[in-house]
């Protein structure tokens, strides 16, 4: 007779906060896990990791874009991106050219086999994004796109928070 295991429930603690698992930036987590578990895969397939994936997209969108430009539309820190550009370029899926008026930046682009990596991992991922309209609902999905924007429109002009204030926690 195979053994069962039981979980029991954690006892919960009185808090002055929302319940953990009810905090809004660990539900985006949540959700953001789900998804990302259907594209990892393959992603692997094609021997990319989830940034390096986001540069790509990112850069196909665009002729040219600063370092730092890049890291602010890809969400990622400075010492990351600069690995995963070294990275990137070694495989020669993108450019960098220094700007001549000025040699501490640079502009970063595409290059063709980028782009036919892209061509090449796209019929995966638009199966994976039909999987999940089929599965979510393509107008649930809509709408929730649409509702994450504005939720990031409506966040945006708020200032800041610093360490130390209160209300900067969940």
């Given at each position: ?10 006892e ?5 906060m ?12 949540r ?18 990791t ?36 070294r ?84």
């Open positions: 007779m195979a053994r069962r295991e039981f979980r029991t429930k954690p919960m603690r009185q808090s002055p929302r319940e953990f698992s009810r905090s809004l930036p660990m539900s985006l987590l959700a953001r896990e789900a998804v990302m578990r259907q594209f990892r895969p393959s992603l692997r397939d094609h021997g990319l989830e940034q390096q994936w986001r540069i790509l997209r990112a850069l196909a969108s665009v002729k040219t874009i600063e370092v730092k430009e890049l890291a602010e539309v890809a969400f990622l820190l400075g010492p990351s991106l600069s690995r995963i550009l990275d990137l370029e070694a495989r020669a899926l993108i450019r960098r050219r220094v700007v001549k008026a000025d040699q501490r930046r640079s502009l970063l682009s595409i290059s063709k086999a980028g782009l036919e990596l892209i061509e090449t991992v796209a019929p995966s991922s638009e199966a994976i994004y039909a999987a999940i309209n089929k599965r979510y609902g393509t107008r649930k999905l809509a709408a929730l796109q649409q509702m994450l924007q504005a939720l990031e429109i409506t966040l945006s002009d708020l200032p800041e928070r610093k360490a130390g204030r209160p209300g900067s926690g969940e």
